[in-house]
């Protein structure tokens, strides 16, 4: 069994593999300060908690934002298994086309997703991962990555919002606004946030098309993407293992 473990600047998710059978998933919150055995407990406690012995993975392989975490995050999986980890950056084979200045660049998360969407669909493609940050990229018809945009997360720009406006309070966006005219400052921000990220979505996206010469398949994965999405005018896929499908597609090219 593979051991998959994508680090996000604000949650890791684990995914165990059968073959190429997600069997589990789970997520728990990144903690920086966080020690080696602290993250064995955890990553064994979650496996426990889903019924899977850490004693039957034999792979393991890890996509980490954040490079502190790299080392303890090997020492954790060494706690638990004999598996060698892998961990995806310069030197392991993506089969991924980056055609961007510098390809080392492109963050691991994102080489997975675009790894993972591949698999799924005929490109050209337009992935977007909505975590943290919110980030697009584009993926030529001949699955080339071509580049992207950053953007400022939902949570991000929310928390911004609500810590420099006095007047404002956090929301909870499990509600869909009424209308996009709101008529109180509760449903005015939840007209902001869900709608104004929709538009941004369907705008960037339609301006990559233009650029990339044709329209492309919009694949969305991250904490945020069935959210926004529906609020769309043109459909988005919505793909919530996205990166940990590319992780055990990145270990299977490079386990051989």
Known sequence: ???????????????????ERLVL????????????????????SA???????????DGAILASV?????????????RLTAARLLVVGPG???????????PGQLGSDLVCCAVGALA???????????????????????GAVQGGAILPGVKVALDALTQHTAQLPQ???????????????????ESGVLYGNACTLDGMAARMEETLGQPARRVATGSYAAAITPYCRVGWTVEQDLVLEGLQRIHARNAR
């Open 47 to 57: 496996l426990l908690l889903y019924g899977c012995d850490p004693a039957r993975i």
């Open 171 to 189: 929301i909870d966006l499990e509600r869909p606004p009424k209308d996009v005219i709101g008529r109180n400052t509760i449903d005015c921000m």
């Open 25 to 44: 998933q789970t997520s728990m919150g990144t903690d920086t300060r966080a020690l080696a055995d602290e993250y064995a407990v955890k990553i064994r």
């Open 66 to 78: 954040m490079p502190p975490l790299v080392s303890v995050m090997r020492q954790a999986v060494g």
């Open 1 to 19: 069994m593979l051991l998959a473990i994508a680090v996000g600047s604000t949650t890791t998710r684990l995914g165990v593999f059968q073959g």
């Open 120 to 142: 799924r669909y005929e490109p050209p493609l337009l992935v977007c991962s909505m975590g943290t940050a919110t980030t697009m990229i584009a993926i030529d018809s001949r």
């Open 92 to 102: 392991l084979k993506s089969g991924l086309q980056i055609q961007i200045n510098d």
